[in-house]
């Protein structure tokens, strides 16, 4: 009966997101005049989510907890409807992914849609609502970052910042060697941000009782084991999850990308 009531909650916690997805398509539907404070998807994508709810709460004259609820589903609304465009735009020219390519996507949407609704159930303290909203912008990121590589050669999808983790015990020692006087210190490598990323996220798993580290690991397979997925994407899935599992009242080491 125990085993019942976590697998209740994960699957209302499902639902949950799955509203909040249908929402977001309604939303874009009727123009979220009211959210959008007069202004256009591309007057608005011109800024980061961080500086749109900054300027909402301003302008709105309400507190940061409350305008990330509101305005973190309107930024992702018009976040995804660029993505549809680029997806049409592609379907158009014949350059888009081929349909098992977009099959598997899906799969992987899924999968990562499973893991987010159990993290932040499982994350101590679970996530507060301001966490819960930004989940479910920091999401629109992969599938746009899909399409986004499909453009041409040229194009890349939203890459990773160049530095690691801050405050973490994980971080390479190369981080805190001396650089040469005069010199600038390196840039961490591709490979010492991923194994700092990695190193994080076991911390934040290690952290849970068993029953919730055992259950997590096995949604992240999911996500990461059985899909066609670069090095940017798997980088940017760690970044993800590790912003599910940190409380939410402490600063993000992975904010929200864009």
Not at 48 to 70: C, H, N
Not at 91 to 99: D, E, I, Q, T, V
Not at 173 to 185: I, Y
């Amino acid at each position: 009966m125990s085993t019942d009531r976590p697998q209740g909650r994960v699957l209302l916690i499902l639902s949950l997101l799955a509203m909040a997805g249908s929402g977001f398509a309604q939303s874009r539907a009727q123009g979220r005049a009211a959210d959008r404070l007069g202004l256009t998807c591309a007057q608005i994508l011109k800024m980061s989510s961080t500086q749109w709810i900054a300027y909402f709460s301003e302008t709105r004259k309400t507190d940061l907890t409350s305008s990330t609820v509101r305005a973190a589903p309107a930024y992702g609304a018009c976040y995804q409807a660029r993505t549809d465009d680029l997806a049409q735009a592609l379907l158009r020219s014949g350059k888009g992914p081929s349909k098992a390519m977009r099959t598997d996507f899906a799969a992987f949407e899924a999968a990562l849609k499973d893991f987010t609704a159990k993290a932040l159930m499982d994350a101590e303290p679970p996530a507060d609502p301001p966490k819960q909203a930004l989940a479910l912008l920091y999401q629109d990121q992969f599938r746009y970052q899909f399409y986004q590589g499909y453009q041409g050669k040229n194009a890349k999808g939203p890459s990773a910042p160049k530095t690691p983790l801050t405050g973490s015990s994980s971080t390479p020692a190369a981080k805190n060697a001396q650089p040469a006087a005069g010199n600038p210190p390196p840039a961490p490598s591709d490979a010492d941000q991923m194994t700092t990323a990695k190193n994080r996220f076991g911390e934040l798993l290690g952290a849970l009782p068993e029953a919730k580290l055992h259950e997590l690991h096995g949604a992240f397979g999911e996500v990461l084991g059985l899909h066609v997925l670069d090095e940017a994407m798997r980088f940017a899935v760690y970044r993800y999850a590790i912003f599910l599992l940190e409380p939410s009242k402490e600063e993000s080491s992975y904010p929200p990308p864009f």
